[in-house]
């Protein structure tokens, strides 16, 4: 008779796959902003046994955090083909695409994320920042924008991506309004106020390096804030 798992038994069960615990692991040391501590730790676990879905998806956001854009995008295609339902992956690819300048990609990545799961904010914000950086269909990334506020109206990134596609379009009294609806609700977001100030004429706008396609974002780090579209 197979015994009875007791609730003493559950963390060695958590963790019984080492692949599961490698991934665990890193995680941690990722959320914990070491990145390439996290990396190297990660990497053998995935030479050992690539099937991880959730090991790629973790490898390609640590690469993104990284400024690694071509490890990021090739995590995230494994990811991909191992876990075609899972928006998460097609949404860091299209992040990985936008970077390195190719946006058609970019944005067809950001849609199919947007298929699988319609009613997330996350992949229309998405679907926002590949048009924005693209520099083409505005309107639709105000309209991306204007959809994820619809899905998390309290999420105050979401405001932050509205006044970037409002501004971009020319309606200044409209983006200075949601660059403030973004600050009231996030209060220390430097790049959400330096925006508003140069809206107002009080700073002078941060002239980007045309990298790999990199325009529109600057360079804070991604572990810390989740919003590589902010990065400043």
Do not use: C
């Amino acid at each position: 008779m197979t015994p009875i798992p007791t609730p003493s038994d559950a963390p060695a069960r958590a963790f019984a796959d080492p692949v599961e615990q490698g991934v665990a692991r890193a995680a941690a040391l990722f959320e914990h902003l070491q990145p390439e501590r996290a990396a190297a730790l990660l990497e053998p676990v995935l030479v050992s046994n690539g099937t991880s879905a959730p090991g790629w998806i973790l490898m390609a956001r640590i690469r993104l955090a990284m400024d690694q854009a071509e490890a990021a995008l090739d995590a995230a295609g494994r990811a991909v083909t191992l876990a075609p339902d899972d928006p998460r992956p097609l949404a860091i690819a299209s992040r990985a695409l936008t970077l390195l300048g190719r946006h058609d990609e970019a944005l067809s990545m950001a849609y199919r994320a947007v298929v699988v799961e319609p009613k997330n904010p996350l992949w229309h914000d998405r679907v926002a920042w590949a048009l924005l950086a693209a520099d083409r269909q505005i309107a639709d990334a105000e309209q991306a924008a204007r959809t994820a506020i619809g899905l998390d109206p309290n999420e105050a990134h979401y405001y932050f991506t509205h006044g970037v596609a409002l501004a971009a379009l020319g309606h200044v009294d409209q983006a200075r309004q949601a660059l403030g609806t973004s600050l009231r609700l996030e209060p220390g977001n430097p790049v959400a106020k330096h925006r508003l100030d140069v809206l107002n004429g009080v700073a002078e706008p941060v002239v980007e390096k045309k990298k790999r396609g990199w325009k529109l974002f600057g360079r804070r780090e991604e572990a810390r804030t989740g919003r590589p579209e902010e990065r400043h």
